[in-house]
């Protein structure tokens, strides 16, 4: 309590003026943000509003939803940018809201409804749990891993596979214009899934043929992605599991987002197969978001929170370069380089090329 004269301390405030207290309850309140995007995704919302700003009643009955409901998601969304409330209960989309759009090139309808859907989001509420344990949370709740669970259900494959292609569209494009690919004849792309990495490269480079490798549910949609991109007849789509054995066809090998979903000894026997397919003279590519050796406020910030969704879905986890050269080397690689990828909102390219063959796993 103050005495009589007494004033408060003023909180200190960060460079957007925000209080310590109003940046934790920020964070606190986040996976509400989180969950409202979702739905807003789920339930079509963009699109109902893709021709003329409508009232929350006439989104409610596009969308089959409670108007009282919808409207207030509506305001939640105004106030996190999505839309604009333009005049009372008059809701417009956004550049950012946009995005949720299915039917524009670029959209992201499929990640934001994926990656905050009620199957990834019990990962995140057995955090605590993983913290203690050190176990993956979300296949105490599914019952199986990630990947065996979508493989008993081939709709929630396909999805997953089109958020992950639409979560590429950023990286994809600057890989490209990062990475000279012209000196290789063939890519394999490992756990390719629908092919928009490949897609990307091939069109780039038109003497490049490639291999796009991944589980018969993850290439589901490859054909259809390679097609588009008018680069079916240099892709050839195959079908396997990385842990037996990879496309022997390439020297260039890619993993994208791959090593992330695996604990230390699966993602050695996945190089270890890479190993004994690649050419001797052949290179390999990690494209991932590798954490920096200390953590520093401001960084930037997905990577760690990818560490995270890794340990609570997968039991995965990213790495530091440290981390990936040791990993290279005990599966027979030698790691050559790291560098940044410019606009790929902080993705790197491990280069390795083939060292001493590992022990036999
Ligand atoms: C996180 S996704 C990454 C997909 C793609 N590389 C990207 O960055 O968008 C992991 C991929 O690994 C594939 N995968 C999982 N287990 C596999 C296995 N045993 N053999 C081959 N592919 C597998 C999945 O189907 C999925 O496409």
């Known amino acids: ?76 969304l105004a106030a996190l940018g999505l839309v604009t409330e333009e005049s009372p209960d008059r809701f417009a989309l956004t550049e950012v809201g946009a995005l949720l759009r299915s039917d524009v090139p670029g959209s992201y309808r499929a990640a934001a409804k994926v990656f905050g859907d009620e199957t990834l989001w019990q990962g995140s509420r057995g955090m605590v749990h993983s913290v203690r344990t050190g176990e993956p949370a979300l296949p105490h709740f599914l019952g199986a891993g990630l990947f065996d669970h979508l493989r008993r259900d081939a709709g929630a494959y396909a999805e997953f596979n089109d958020a ?15 990475v000279d690919f012209t000196p290789f004849r063939t890519v394999v792309d490992i756990g390719g ?50 842990f037996a054995g990879v496309p022997a066809a390439g020297d260039l090998y890619v993993l994208k987002n791959i090593l992330h979903d695996w604990e230390t000894p699966d993602c050695a026997r996945i190089l270890t197969r890479c190993r004994e ?21 401001g960084q930037w910030v997905p990577s760690h929170l990818n560490d995270l969704t890794m340990l609570v879905n997968l039991g995965g986890r990213e790495r530091t370069g440290a981390e990936y050269g040791a990993l290279l080397e005990a599966s027979g690689f030698a790691l050559t380089g790291i560098d940044e990828v410019p606009g790929s909102g902080g993705f790197s390219v491990v280069h390795a090329v083939p060292g001493p063959s590992p022990a036999v796993r």
């Open 277 to 297: 397919a690649i050419a001797p003279q052949g290179r390999l590519m990690i494209v991932a978001q590798v954490l920096p050796d200390v953590a520093a406020p």
């Open 1 to 76: 309590m103050l005495n009589s004269g007494e004033t408060a301390a003023e909180p200190a405030r960060n460079g957007a003026g925000r209080t310590p207290a109003e940046v934790l309850m920020g964070l606190v309140w986040g996976s509400t943000a989180s969950a409202a995007v979702t739905a807003a995704a789920a339930l079509g919302v963009a699109d109902h509003l893709a021709g003329s700003p409508l009232s929350g009643a006439e989104v409610a009955d596009r969308a089959g939803t409670d108007p009282d409901a919808t409207r207030r998601l509506l305001r939640a």
């Open 193 to 242: 899934g629908d092919g928009t990495l490949l897609a990307g490269v091939l069109r780039a480079h038109p003497d490049v043929r490639g291999v796009v490798f991944d589980t018969a549910e993850g290439v589901a949609a490859a054909a259809a992605t390679l097609g588009a991109a008018g680069v079916a007849e240099r892709a050839e789509i195959r079908t396997g599991d990385f």
């Open 164 to 178: 992950m292609g639409q979560a590429s569209r950023t990286v994809v494009p600057a890989l490209v214009g990062h």
